[in-house]
């Protein structure tokens, strides 16, 4: 089974989306079949990948749609679960669910084997998705800096 990696840093603009990308495309040019989700709203990983999400994870946790239809292929072994701003009113919907921890984990099952890793690029602060994201991770990744409010 594959390895689920959650990127995460309770502080913004530290790093998360940079290393999602590059350590997500490095293992890919090495022959790993990757997938990136991005579970922020500002939906950087679409624009990291100069790509314009059509369908998002939105669709995938609130209407029901199927997992596979909201992936894009961004580069060769590597895909993309995007984001955009929508993700924020999906928030409040997925926490009021009994399972709301486990509502990412859940929609990621039907291709997490297709994936030697899958890496999760969440958001700068403690929100309803970046649990999820913890949840449904194998591993977590904490990109920082050295320096004094890290
Ligand atoms: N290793 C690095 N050295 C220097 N600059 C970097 C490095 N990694 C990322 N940056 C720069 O730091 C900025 C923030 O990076 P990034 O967007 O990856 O952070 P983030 O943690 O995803 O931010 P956010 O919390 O907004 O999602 C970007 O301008 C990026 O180019
Ligand atoms: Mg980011």
Redesign the pocket.
Known sequence: MGRIVAVT?LK????????VVNVGAGLALKGARVLLVDV?A?G?LAMALGLKPRRTLYEVLIDGARIDQCIVAARPNLDLLPADETLLTAQPTIGARPDWPRVLEQALRPVKNQYDFIFI?C??SLTVLNINALTAASDVLV?TTVEPFR
Not at 12 to 19: E, M
């Open positions: 840093n913004g603009g530290i790093g998360k989306t940079t290393t922020d500002q950087n690029d958001g700068g990109p």
